[in-house]
């Protein structure tokens, strides 16, 4: 069964970090956006096997993804990469 899941990725100095929104524990990095998907999905696979020899199950929540705006003073921001 396939299972959808909210990845969020951030770019780095060298390269993206990714996460799994509904599943904390599934964090990794890659060279690329491309690279790191491939890491993001091993990684949860990974995990799931490891949850599956624990006997542990996979929490189901709902996420909500939703921008919000927040006052940020003018030049606060720099742009990495």
């Known amino acids: 069964m396939l299972k959808n899941f909210t990845a969020c990725y951030r770019k780095l100095e ?3 970090m990714g996460k799994i929104l509904e599943w904390p524990g599934v964090i990794t990095e890659g060279n ?3 690279d790191c998907e491939e ?3 091993d990684a949860a696979h990974e995990m799931m096997l490891g949850y ?3 006997g542990l199950k996979i929490l189901n929540p709902s996420i909500i993804v939703k921008p919000i705006s927040i006052p940020i003073d ?4 720099e742009n990495v990469g």
Do not use: A, F, I, V
């Open 52 to 54: 599956k020899d624990e």
């Open 14 to 16: 060298h390269g993206y």
């Open 74 to 77: 003018d030049g606060m921001l």
């Open 39 to 41: 890491m993001l999905t």
């Open 32 to 34: 690329d956006l491309e």
